[in-house]
T-cell receptor, first 108, second 114 residues
Framework: RKEVEQDPGPFNVPEGATVAFNCTYS??????FFWYRQDCRKEPKLLMS???SGNEDGRFTAQLNRASQYISLLIRDSKLSDSATYLC?????????FGAGTTVTVRA | EADIYQTPRYLVIGTGKKITLECSQT?????MYWYQQDPGMELHLIHY???????EKGDLSSESTVSRIRTEHFPLTLESARPSHTSQYLC?????????????FGPGTRLTVL
Protein backbone atom coordinates (compact mmCIF):
# COMPACT_ATOMS: atom_id res chain seq x y z
CA ARG A 1 0.00 0.00 0.00
CA LYS A 2 1.32 3.43 -0.90
CA GLU A 3 2.07 5.83 1.94
CA VAL A 4 0.11 8.62 0.32
CA GLU A 5 -2.69 8.20 -2.20
CA GLN A 6 -4.56 10.75 -4.24
CA ASP A 7 -7.32 10.72 -6.80
CA PRO A 8 -5.39 11.60 -9.96
CA GLY A 9 -8.36 13.40 -11.54
CA PRO A 10 -8.36 15.29 -13.74
CA PHE A 11 -10.91 17.63 -12.26
CA ASN A 12 -12.16 19.84 -15.07
CA VAL A 13 -14.06 22.81 -13.67
CA PRO A 14 -15.31 26.13 -15.02
CA GLU A 15 -13.94 29.39 -13.75
CA GLY A 16 -15.60 30.43 -10.53
CA ALA A 17 -16.43 26.89 -9.46
CA THR A 18 -15.45 25.25 -6.20
CA VAL A 19 -13.38 22.10 -6.40
CA ALA A 20 -12.32 19.83 -3.58
CA PHE A 21 -10.27 16.67 -3.37
CA ASN A 22 -8.72 14.44 -0.76
CA CYS A 23 -5.50 12.65 -0.01
CA THR A 24 -5.26 9.59 2.23
CA TYR A 25 -2.19 8.51 4.17
CA SER A 26 -1.35 5.13 5.64
CA UNK A 27 0.81 5.96 8.66
CA UNK A 28 -1.34 6.97 11.60
CA UNK A 29 1.73 8.43 13.32
CA UNK A 30 2.31 10.98 10.56
CA UNK A 31 3.35 14.25 12.06
CA UNK A 32 2.63 17.01 9.60
CA PHE A 33 0.93 17.61 6.31
CA PHE A 34 1.28 19.88 3.34
CA TRP A 35 -0.15 20.72 -0.05
CA TYR A 36 2.30 21.47 -2.84
CA ARG A 37 1.45 22.78 -6.28
CA GLN A 38 3.29 21.53 -9.36
CA ASP A 39 2.82 23.16 -12.74
CA CYS A 40 3.44 21.14 -15.88
CA ARG A 41 7.12 20.22 -16.18
CA LYS A 42 8.04 22.46 -13.23
CA GLU A 43 9.20 21.84 -9.69
CA PRO A 44 6.74 21.54 -6.78
CA LYS A 45 6.16 24.62 -4.66
CA LEU A 46 4.56 24.80 -1.24
CA LEU A 47 0.92 25.90 -1.40
CA MET A 48 0.10 25.59 2.28
CA SER A 49 0.67 23.61 5.42
CA UNK A 50 -2.29 21.76 6.90
CA UNK A 51 -3.06 22.31 10.56
CA UNK A 52 -5.14 20.13 12.84
CA SER A 53 -7.89 22.69 13.16
CA GLY A 54 -8.01 23.37 9.43
CA ASN A 55 -6.75 26.53 7.82
CA GLU A 56 -7.44 28.95 5.02
CA ASP A 57 -5.21 30.91 2.72
CA GLY A 58 -7.30 33.14 0.52
CA ARG A 59 -9.42 30.93 -1.71
CA PHE A 60 -7.76 27.74 -0.47
CA THR A 61 -8.93 25.75 2.54
CA ALA A 62 -7.14 22.72 3.93
CA GLN A 63 -8.55 20.24 6.40
CA LEU A 64 -7.06 17.34 8.32
CA ASN A 65 -9.03 14.32 9.52
CA ARG A 66 -6.71 12.21 11.67
CA ALA A 67 -9.38 9.66 12.55
CA SER A 68 -9.92 8.77 8.91
CA GLN A 69 -6.36 9.59 7.89
CA TYR A 70 -7.00 12.02 5.12
CA ILE A 71 -6.41 15.64 4.28
CA SER A 72 -8.41 17.74 1.89
CA LEU A 73 -7.98 20.82 -0.23
CA LEU A 74 -10.81 23.05 -1.34
CA ILE A 75 -10.42 25.77 -3.92
CA ARG A 76 -13.13 28.41 -4.08
CA ASP A 77 -13.83 30.73 -6.99
CA SER A 78 -11.44 28.84 -9.27
CA LYS A 79 -9.18 30.88 -11.54
CA LEU A 80 -7.57 29.78 -14.79
CA SER A 81 -4.25 30.16 -12.99
CA ASP A 82 -5.26 27.46 -10.50
CA SER A 83 -4.78 24.84 -13.23
CA ALA A 84 -2.00 22.60 -11.92
CA THR A 85 -1.28 19.33 -10.20
CA TYR A 86 -1.70 19.43 -6.44
CA LEU A 87 0.58 17.15 -4.46
CA CYS A 88 -0.19 16.00 -0.98
CA UNK A 89 2.86 15.58 1.27
CA UNK A 90 3.04 13.83 4.62
CA UNK A 91 5.96 14.01 7.01
CA UNK A 92 7.04 10.82 8.81
CA UNK A 93 10.21 10.28 10.82
CA UNK A 94 12.75 11.92 8.59
CA UNK A 95 11.15 12.59 5.25
CA UNK A 96 8.26 13.89 3.25
CA UNK A 97 6.24 11.32 1.32
CA PHE A 98 4.41 12.67 -1.68
CA GLY A 99 1.29 11.55 -3.46
CA ALA A 100 1.21 11.31 -7.23
CA GLY A 101 -0.96 14.42 -7.38
CA THR A 102 -4.44 15.52 -8.37
CA THR A 103 -4.70 17.41 -11.63
CA VAL A 104 -7.06 20.35 -11.77
CA THR A 105 -7.93 22.09 -15.02
CA VAL A 106 -9.94 25.29 -14.84
CA ARG A 107 -11.63 26.27 -18.11
CA ALA A 108 -12.91 29.65 -19.19
CA GLU B 1 12.10 32.57 -5.52
CA ALA B 2 14.18 29.81 -4.01
CA ASP B 3 17.93 29.99 -4.55
CA ILE B 4 18.45 26.37 -5.51
CA TYR B 5 19.96 25.47 -8.83
CA GLN B 6 20.33 22.33 -10.88
CA THR B 7 22.46 21.68 -13.93
CA PRO B 8 22.07 20.50 -16.54
CA ARG B 9 18.36 21.10 -17.02
CA TYR B 10 18.18 18.53 -19.81
CA LEU B 11 20.58 15.69 -20.58
CA VAL B 12 20.46 13.03 -23.27
CA ILE B 13 23.23 10.46 -23.10
CA GLY B 14 24.08 6.96 -24.21
CA THR B 15 24.03 3.83 -22.11
CA GLY B 16 27.10 3.21 -20.01
CA LYS B 17 28.14 6.83 -19.59
CA LYS B 18 29.05 8.27 -16.21
CA ILE B 19 27.12 11.41 -15.35
CA THR B 20 26.91 13.87 -12.49
CA LEU B 21 23.83 15.96 -11.83
CA GLU B 22 24.67 19.16 -10.00
CA CYS B 23 22.62 20.78 -7.26
CA SER B 24 23.55 23.94 -5.39
CA GLN B 25 21.72 26.18 -2.96
CA THR B 26 22.75 29.53 -1.56
CA UNK B 27 20.31 29.64 1.32
CA UNK B 28 22.60 27.95 3.84
CA UNK B 29 20.17 25.07 4.26
CA UNK B 30 21.52 22.10 6.17
CA UNK B 31 19.25 19.40 4.77
CA MET B 32 19.22 18.45 1.10
CA TYR B 33 17.34 15.80 -0.84
CA TRP B 34 17.25 14.10 -4.23
CA TYR B 35 13.97 12.87 -5.66
CA GLN B 36 13.16 10.95 -8.80
CA GLN B 37 9.84 11.65 -10.52
CA ASP B 38 8.39 9.96 -13.58
CA PRO B 39 5.56 11.74 -15.49
CA GLY B 40 2.30 11.64 -13.58
CA MET B 41 3.87 9.77 -10.70
CA GLU B 42 4.84 10.60 -7.14
CA LEU B 43 8.24 11.86 -6.10
CA HIS B 44 10.48 9.12 -4.75
CA LEU B 45 13.23 10.01 -2.30
CA ILE B 46 16.52 8.49 -3.44
CA HIS B 47 19.10 10.27 -1.26
CA TYR B 48 19.24 12.81 1.52
CA UNK B 49 21.79 14.64 3.61
CA UNK B 50 21.52 16.34 6.98
CA UNK B 51 24.75 18.25 6.60
CA UNK B 52 28.35 18.14 5.46
CA UNK B 53 29.71 14.58 5.25
CA UNK B 54 26.26 13.14 5.96
CA UNK B 55 24.50 11.13 3.23
CA GLU B 56 21.79 8.49 3.41
CA LYS B 57 19.86 6.40 0.92
CA GLY B 58 16.18 7.08 0.58
CA ASP B 59 13.28 4.75 0.01
CA LEU B 60 13.72 4.08 -3.67
CA SER B 61 16.59 1.81 -4.54
CA SER B 62 18.96 3.73 -6.73
CA GLU B 63 22.26 2.96 -8.36
CA SER B 64 23.31 6.56 -7.94
CA THR B 65 25.64 7.96 -5.30
CA VAL B 66 25.84 11.39 -3.67
CA SER B 67 28.35 13.44 -1.76
CA ARG B 68 28.10 16.45 0.57
CA ILE B 69 31.51 18.01 0.93
CA ARG B 70 30.16 21.54 1.13
CA THR B 71 26.91 22.76 2.64
CA GLU B 72 25.74 24.35 -0.57
CA HIS B 73 26.56 21.51 -2.96
CA PHE B 74 24.91 18.07 -3.26
CA PRO B 75 25.83 16.35 -6.54
CA LEU B 76 24.35 13.04 -7.68
CA THR B 77 26.43 10.62 -9.77
CA LEU B 78 25.45 7.69 -11.95
CA GLU B 79 28.51 5.57 -12.71
CA SER B 80 26.93 3.79 -15.67
CA ALA B 81 23.69 5.19 -16.99
CA ARG B 82 20.98 2.86 -18.29
CA PRO B 83 17.65 3.50 -20.04
CA SER B 84 15.88 2.64 -16.76
CA HIS B 85 17.46 5.79 -15.28
CA THR B 86 15.45 7.96 -17.66
CA SER B 87 13.43 10.26 -15.40
CA GLN B 88 13.26 13.70 -13.87
CA TYR B 89 15.59 14.29 -10.92
CA LEU B 90 14.62 17.00 -8.43
CA CYS B 91 16.90 18.39 -5.77
CA UNK B 92 15.43 20.04 -2.68
CA UNK B 93 16.64 21.71 0.49
CA UNK B 94 15.26 22.86 3.80
CA UNK B 95 16.42 24.76 6.85
CA UNK B 96 15.62 23.28 10.21
CA UNK B 97 13.04 20.60 10.77
CA UNK B 98 11.32 19.17 7.70
CA UNK B 99 8.26 18.58 9.82
CA UNK B 100 7.26 22.22 9.81
CA UNK B 101 9.33 24.03 7.21
CA UNK B 102 8.97 24.48 3.49
CA UNK B 103 11.05 22.25 1.28
CA UNK B 104 12.39 24.25 -1.67
CA PHE B 105 12.89 22.47 -4.96
CA GLY B 106 15.29 23.12 -7.78
CA PRO B 107 14.00 23.24 -11.37
CA GLY B 108 14.97 19.62 -12.01
CA THR B 109 17.12 17.73 -14.49
CA ARG B 110 15.34 15.73 -17.18
CA LEU B 111 17.57 12.78 -17.97
CA THR B 112 17.13 10.58 -21.03
CA VAL B 113 19.38 7.55 -21.44
CA LEU B 114 19.33 6.03 -24.90
Amino acid sequence: RKEVEQDPGPFNVPEGATVAFNCTYSNSASQSFFWYRQDCRKEPKLLMSVYSSGNEDGRFTAQLNRASQYISLLIRDSKLSDSATYLCAVFNDYKLSFGAGTTVTVRA
Amino acid sequence: EADIYQTPRYLVIGTGKKITLECSQTMGHDKMYWYQQDPGMELHLIHYSYGVNSTEKGDLSSESTVSRIRTEHFPLTLESARPSHTSQYLCASIRGSPSNNEQFFGPGTRLTVL
